[in-house]
Protein backbone atom coordinates (compact mmCIF):
# COMPACT_ATOMS: atom_id res chain seq x y z
CA UNK A 1 0.00 0.00 0.00
CA UNK A 2 1.27 3.55 -0.33
CA UNK A 3 2.68 5.15 2.23
CA UNK A 4 2.96 8.83 3.81
CA UNK A 5 2.88 11.36 1.08
CA UNK A 6 4.25 14.73 1.91
CA UNK A 7 3.94 17.36 -0.66
CA UNK A 8 6.19 19.12 -1.55
CA UNK A 9 10.05 17.94 -1.54
CA UNK A 10 11.91 20.94 -1.39
CA UNK A 11 10.62 24.40 -1.02
CA UNK A 12 11.97 28.26 -0.83
CA UNK A 13 10.90 30.63 0.81
CA UNK A 14 11.56 34.32 2.05
CA UNK A 15 11.17 35.75 5.19
CA UNK A 16 7.87 36.95 6.28
CA UNK A 17 6.19 34.73 4.14
CA UNK A 18 3.56 31.96 5.01
CA UNK A 19 4.05 28.53 3.73
CA UNK A 20 1.84 25.17 3.78
CA UNK A 21 2.97 21.83 4.15
CA UNK A 22 0.76 18.82 3.48
CA UNK A 23 0.65 15.18 4.32
CA UNK A 24 -1.31 12.30 3.17
CA UNK A 25 -1.22 9.43 5.31
CA UNK A 26 -1.27 5.79 5.23
CA UNK A 27 -4.87 4.70 4.21
CA UNK A 28 -6.63 3.79 6.99
CA UNK A 29 -4.59 5.86 9.10
CA UNK A 30 -6.32 8.11 11.22
CA UNK A 31 -3.33 9.57 13.30
CA UNK A 32 -1.04 12.08 11.95
CA UNK A 33 1.72 14.00 13.76
CA UNK A 34 4.60 16.63 12.23
CA UNK A 35 8.33 17.31 13.30
CA UNK A 36 10.94 19.84 12.76
CA UNK A 37 14.21 18.40 12.25
CA UNK A 38 17.17 20.64 12.33
CA UNK A 39 20.92 19.90 13.03
CA UNK A 40 20.73 22.12 15.99
CA UNK A 41 17.83 20.96 17.65
CA UNK A 42 17.14 17.47 16.05
CA UNK A 43 13.71 15.64 16.17
CA UNK A 44 11.51 18.28 17.35
CA UNK A 45 7.56 17.08 18.10
CA UNK A 46 5.14 20.10 16.51
CA UNK A 47 1.87 18.52 17.25
CA UNK A 48 -0.82 15.42 16.74
CA UNK A 49 -3.93 15.32 15.02
CA UNK A 50 -6.84 12.51 15.34
CA UNK A 51 -10.09 12.42 13.97
CA UNK A 52 -10.07 15.96 13.23
CA UNK A 53 -9.20 17.14 16.23
CA UNK A 54 -5.60 18.34 17.61
CA UNK A 55 -4.76 16.11 20.63
CA UNK A 56 -1.03 17.27 21.46
CA UNK A 57 1.37 20.25 20.85
CA UNK A 58 4.62 20.56 21.19
CA UNK A 59 6.28 24.07 22.26
CA UNK A 60 6.62 25.87 19.40
CA UNK A 61 4.93 29.46 18.75
CA UNK A 62 1.78 30.41 17.42
CA UNK A 63 2.69 30.88 13.99
CA UNK A 64 2.77 27.20 13.60
CA UNK A 65 -0.66 25.65 12.93
CA UNK A 66 -2.04 22.81 11.75
CA UNK A 67 -5.36 21.21 10.63
CA UNK A 68 -6.64 17.81 9.42
CA UNK A 69 -8.99 17.09 7.43
CA UNK A 70 -12.19 14.19 7.22
CA UNK A 71 -10.40 12.38 5.48
CA UNK A 72 -7.28 12.12 7.41
CA UNK A 73 -4.65 14.32 5.11
CA UNK A 74 -2.86 16.83 7.16
CA UNK A 75 -1.64 20.51 6.66
CA UNK A 76 0.72 22.09 8.43
CA UNK A 77 1.22 25.93 8.34
CA UNK A 78 4.10 28.74 9.08
CA UNK A 79 3.33 32.13 9.00
CA UNK A 80 5.29 34.83 8.56
CA UNK A 81 8.47 33.00 8.08
CA UNK A 82 12.25 33.02 9.99
CA UNK A 83 15.29 32.12 8.92
CA UNK A 84 15.12 29.40 11.89
CA UNK A 85 12.51 27.86 10.52
CA UNK A 86 14.77 26.49 7.66
CA UNK A 87 14.34 22.88 8.72
CA UNK A 88 13.18 19.53 7.40
CA UNK A 89 9.67 19.06 8.73
CA UNK A 90 8.30 15.61 8.75
CA UNK A 91 4.74 13.78 9.16
CA UNK A 92 3.79 10.81 10.55
CA UNK A 93 1.15 8.72 10.41
CA UNK A 94 -0.43 5.59 12.69
CA UNK A 95 -3.39 3.92 12.55
CA UNK A 96 -4.13 5.48 16.45
CA UNK A 97 -2.37 7.53 18.59
CA UNK A 98 -0.44 5.69 20.94
CA UNK A 99 -0.74 2.55 18.22
CA UNK A 100 1.97 0.44 19.61
CA UNK A 101 2.58 -0.62 15.60
CA UNK A 102 4.22 2.87 15.85
CA UNK A 103 4.26 5.54 13.42
CA UNK A 104 5.14 5.40 9.96
CA UNK A 105 7.25 8.15 8.32
CA UNK A 106 7.02 10.32 5.00
CA UNK A 107 10.04 11.73 3.39
CA UNK A 108 9.56 15.11 4.61
CA UNK A 109 9.74 18.72 3.18
CA UNK A 110 12.98 20.42 3.28
CA UNK A 111 12.20 24.07 3.72
CA UNK A 112 14.88 26.72 2.99
CA UNK A 113 14.05 30.03 4.11
CA UNK A 114 15.95 33.56 2.62
CA UNK B 1 8.23 14.14 30.22
CA UNK B 2 10.38 11.33 28.54
CA UNK B 3 13.68 11.27 27.78
CA UNK B 4 16.08 9.48 25.32
CA UNK B 5 19.62 9.33 25.59
CA UNK B 6 21.91 8.07 22.77
CA UNK B 7 25.61 7.16 23.65
CA UNK B 8 27.49 8.76 20.90
CA UNK B 9 26.71 11.37 18.23
CA UNK B 10 29.12 9.20 15.95
CA UNK B 11 30.23 5.92 15.60
CA UNK B 12 32.88 4.45 12.80
CA UNK B 13 33.19 0.83 12.44
CA UNK B 14 35.21 -1.46 9.62
CA UNK B 15 32.58 -3.40 7.32
CA UNK B 16 32.18 -6.73 8.84
CA UNK B 17 32.73 -5.50 12.54
CA UNK B 18 30.26 -5.32 15.18
CA UNK B 19 27.48 -2.37 14.85
CA UNK B 20 26.50 -1.34 18.64
CA UNK B 21 24.68 1.56 19.16
CA UNK B 22 23.35 2.47 22.32
CA UNK B 23 19.73 4.17 23.82
CA UNK B 24 18.62 4.67 27.46
CA UNK B 25 14.92 6.51 28.33
CA UNK B 26 14.12 7.52 31.71
CA UNK B 27 10.85 6.86 32.64
CA UNK B 28 8.92 4.79 35.55
CA UNK B 29 6.70 2.62 33.44
CA UNK B 30 8.56 0.97 30.82
CA UNK B 31 7.69 2.68 27.22
CA UNK B 32 7.22 1.51 23.71
CA UNK B 33 10.53 1.37 22.10
CA UNK B 34 11.46 2.12 18.64
CA UNK B 35 14.68 2.19 16.72
CA UNK B 36 14.66 4.83 13.01
CA UNK B 37 17.32 4.90 10.33
CA UNK B 38 17.75 7.89 8.08
CA UNK B 39 19.34 8.04 5.30
CA UNK B 40 20.36 11.54 3.39
CA UNK B 41 17.47 13.61 2.48
CA UNK B 42 14.70 10.87 2.91
CA UNK B 43 12.49 10.45 5.95
CA UNK B 44 12.34 7.97 8.82
CA UNK B 45 12.41 4.15 8.31
CA UNK B 46 11.21 1.92 11.28
CA UNK B 47 13.99 -0.57 12.35
CA UNK B 48 12.21 -2.63 14.96
CA UNK B 49 9.87 -2.05 17.70
CA UNK B 50 9.62 -3.56 20.92
CA UNK B 51 5.98 -3.35 22.64
CA UNK B 52 5.77 -6.18 25.17
CA UNK B 53 6.80 -9.60 24.72
CA UNK B 54 10.60 -11.62 24.14
CA UNK B 55 13.12 -8.37 24.93
CA UNK B 56 15.03 -9.30 22.15
CA UNK B 57 13.55 -8.44 18.74
CA UNK B 58 14.66 -8.51 15.39
CA UNK B 59 14.28 -5.88 12.89
CA UNK B 60 14.99 -5.27 9.33
CA UNK B 61 18.40 -5.44 7.44
CA UNK B 62 20.03 -8.31 10.05
CA UNK B 63 19.52 -5.47 12.98
CA UNK B 64 18.28 -6.67 16.84
CA UNK B 65 17.89 -4.87 19.53
CA UNK B 66 17.03 -5.79 23.20
CA UNK B 67 15.55 -4.31 26.29
CA UNK B 68 16.36 -4.46 29.46
CA UNK B 69 14.37 -3.21 32.04
CA UNK B 70 16.79 -2.67 34.51
CA UNK B 71 19.17 -0.49 32.77
CA UNK B 72 16.60 1.01 31.09
CA UNK B 73 18.12 0.06 27.74
CA UNK B 74 17.79 -0.89 24.35
CA UNK B 75 21.24 -1.46 22.01
CA UNK B 76 20.81 -1.39 18.53
CA UNK B 77 22.95 -4.44 17.29
CA UNK B 78 24.22 -5.75 13.98
CA UNK B 79 26.89 -8.43 14.22
CA UNK B 80 28.60 -7.41 10.65
CA UNK B 81 28.58 -4.20 9.15
CA UNK B 82 27.53 -3.52 5.72
CA UNK B 83 28.45 -0.22 3.78
CA UNK B 84 25.00 0.22 3.27
CA UNK B 85 24.17 0.51 6.73
CA UNK B 86 25.89 4.20 6.82
CA UNK B 87 23.31 6.66 8.24
CA UNK B 88 21.66 8.19 10.93
CA UNK B 89 20.12 6.06 13.64
CA UNK B 90 17.35 7.45 15.85
CA UNK B 91 16.34 5.98 19.25
CA UNK B 92 12.27 6.99 20.08
CA UNK B 93 10.14 6.26 22.55
CA UNK B 94 6.40 6.40 23.35
CA UNK B 95 4.09 6.43 26.86
CA UNK B 96 2.62 2.58 27.09
CA UNK B 97 -0.68 3.46 27.05
CA UNK B 98 -1.29 6.70 26.28
CA UNK B 99 -3.98 8.39 23.69
CA UNK B 100 -1.31 10.85 22.76
CA UNK B 101 0.51 10.59 19.79
CA UNK B 102 3.72 11.26 20.55
CA UNK B 103 6.98 10.18 20.03
CA UNK B 104 10.37 10.93 22.03
CA UNK B 105 13.31 10.61 20.30
CA UNK B 106 17.01 10.90 21.04
CA UNK B 107 19.55 13.23 19.06
CA UNK B 108 20.34 10.34 16.75
CA UNK B 109 24.03 8.45 16.32
CA UNK B 110 25.66 8.55 12.78
CA UNK B 111 27.19 5.68 11.66
CA UNK B 112 29.91 5.52 9.48
CA UNK B 113 31.06 2.38 8.04
CA UNK B 114 34.98 1.92 6.70
CA UNK B 115 35.82 -0.58 3.84
Known amino acids: KAGVTQTPRYLIKTRGQQVTLSCSPISGHRSVSWYQQTPGQGLQFLFEYFSETQRNKGNFPGRFSGRQFSNSRSEMNVSTLELGDSALYLC?????????????FGSGTRLTVV | AQSVTQLGSHVSVSEGALVLLRCNYSSSVPPYLFWYVQYPNQGLQLLLKYTTGATLVKGINGFEAEFKKSETSFHLTKPSAHMSDAAEYFC?????????????FGRGTQLTVWP
Open chain 2, 92 to 104: AVSVRGSTLGRLY
Open chain 1, 92 to 104: ASSAGPGDRDGYT
